[in-house]
């Protein structure tokens, strides 16, 4: 069965459906830069946001000095001047990458290992049990949720690791019709019927044949999704989940900024292109995965 | 599942009127399939957000009162307002309710659920409508443009304004919209709405920042998904190998040809983004004022208004499961090479 366009959407990625052909028509962006060159900025920007930190002179992102705020950029000491409370600012980027970085591996962790294995028993084992399976998923695709976000904020209060489990709603289900459709194409291939035919047991079906070669797939699509849920993660802040303030991330940071955009919008420009040369950064190397491995 | 759909889908169509030839087809049968699947999800979803909103702390009574209210007021209401009935009943009597129709009404506010919805649905489906004809209208010529000249200098800009629109968040691109025009460049108003039969050219121009927010995304989306299936179509498909043997001009077989197959791809994808993105609305709605449904839910979630937030859940979840059928009915109706009778055998 081809893909189908909801797989995909739901993912939240444009189907690679000519990447052959185009990989073909040549390209020096398709080739090895079009994975080193993001692969670099990717391993930078992590390399900024937790390694800096414990190496560099960076002050703390919080308890800043109330006389020192709003300091404009290239103060000294301050190279991006302080926040509306005194707050270094471009600490508050390093930190604030941070959390961002680590709820977006971490949601996408939950959703490859959780949803690739549901993904591939249900399309293993086909039938009623698959029927089932991907309507319960229907239904945390069709739960709108916002409303699980917000009920999460307000029942047990933002934190970083609540808004790691609402993220998790939408790469569980995503990640699952992905490696459910890899599977689906994978399950008729000679390998599967001869390792069945020899009595290969069910675990070792899914971990041992069918993992393997569907994850590089799913890996790709975690990559290409790690963006999605950084985005989504500064979106959930400004409905009061997210990382609760005074602690930064990207995402409660803009929503913060909001208030004083017109007097400095600073506060929300820095933290968005932050997020933005991240997520263009996550989104090049997913493409040039993609590309490669659609290539082969 | 197919074993029960077997007899049902054929009175079915015999009910619909379109020949009975129908009856046997395998997207008849697909979607018939589909539809007694769906019903299952939107039991799931409507269910799951009881469980959610009662798992809550405080409940509606609590939050019309206040925090000054006694416990025996709070009781009353509670009593009032059927909140003190067992959790299992009170989703029961909205289940029944909601299967003829009946939607309820808010706790808070005492309107009924379907006048809420009729007056702010209609809003985020404007805003959601004006986005996708922004985005639909430049992607078709900025594809078509890429196509032309894969790896061109026309191509290369495309993809990477398309790659930049895809990395920017809609939050973000609303923030800097509003900076650069109602801030700084003061054309254009940075909140508010103004209803479409107050004024149509008002309702527009408060329309405009908040349907660019959330078009960018989608515009660059179909860019590059047109573009890659206009490539896949001018590279290896019989009939485009036939109009150039013609003597067709490329120009032509691309806008001809290719584009009319390719777009039957992205109506198909269109349809599902609706669904999603009606849920990534309420961000926007919130940051530009709009009373739209997003709006209207948030503050449904702050009262505890459960039959409101239930009525929109529903209807959201309705709209999602009969666009993604559309979507994959769609793609296999415009494309007559997949077949949905038998799955994978």
Known sequence: ?????????????????????????????????????????????????????????????????????????????????????????????????????????????????????????????????????????????????????????????????????????????????????????????????????????????????????????????????????????????????????????????????????????????????????????????????RARWVTQ | MSSTSAPLSAPLAARAGRAGRLAGSPTLSFIVRRLLAAIPVLFGVTFLSFVVMNSLPGDAAQELLGAQATPAEIHQLEIKLGLDKPFLTRYWDWLHQAVIGHLGHSLSSGQSVASILGSDLPVTFELVGFAFVISLALAVPLALVSARKPNGVADRLSMMFSMAGLSIAPYVLALVLVYVFAVKLNVLPAIGWVPPGQSVSQNIRYLILPAVSIGLGLLCFYTRLLRADLLGQMQGEDYVVTARAKGVRPWRVLTRHALRNSLFGLITVVALNLGTLLGFTVVIEDIFGIPGIGHELLQAIDNRDIPVIEGIVFVFAVIVVLLNLAADVLYSVLDPRIRYGRPTE
């Open chain 1, 1 to 289: 069965m081809a893909d189908l366009p909801s797989d995909l959407v739901v993912a939240g990625v444009a189907p690679a459906a000519d990447e052959a052909a185009v990989a073909k028509a040549g390209g020096w962006w398709r080739g090895r830069l079009g994975v080193t060159v993001p692969a670099v900025m990717v391993a930078f920007i992590f390399g900024l946001c937790f390694i800096w930190p414990i190496i560099g002179p960076v002050p703390p992102p919080t308890g800043g000095n109330i006389l020192n705020a709003s300091l404009p950029a290239f103060s000294p000491g301050h190279f991006l001047g302080t926040d509306p409370v005194g707050n270094d600012e471009w600490s508050r980027l390093l930190y604030g990458g941070r959390a961002s970085l680590e709820i977006a591996l971490a949601v996408q962790a939950i959703g490859l290992i959780l949803g690739g294995l549901i993904g591939a028993v249900a399309g293993y084992l086909g039938g009623w049990r698959d029927a089932t399976i991907m309507r319960v998923l229907d239904v945390f695709i069709a739960f709108p949720g916002l409303v699980l976000a917000v009920a999460i904020a307000q029942g047990l209060g933002p934190s970083e690791l609540h808004t790691i489990w609402a993220l998790s709603f939408f790469s569980v289900p995503a990640s699952a019709r992905i490696s459910r459709a890899a599977t689906l194409q994978l399950r008729e291939q000679t390998f599967m019927t001869a390792a069945r035919l020899s009595g290969t047991s069910f675990p070792r079906m899914v971990l041992g044949h069918i993992a393997p070669n569907i994850l590089p797939q799913l890996l790709t699509y975690a990559l290409l999704g790690m963006g999605i849920i950084m985005i989504l993660e500064g979106a959930l802040s400004f409905v009061g989940l997210g990382v609760p303030p005074p602690a930064p991330s990207w995402g409660n940071m803009i929503a913060q900024g909001q208030s004083t955009i017109s007097a400095d919008p600073r506060y929300v420009f820095l933290p968005s292109a932050a997020l933005f040369i991240t997520v263009v950064s996550f989104n090049l190397l997913g493409e040039g995965l």
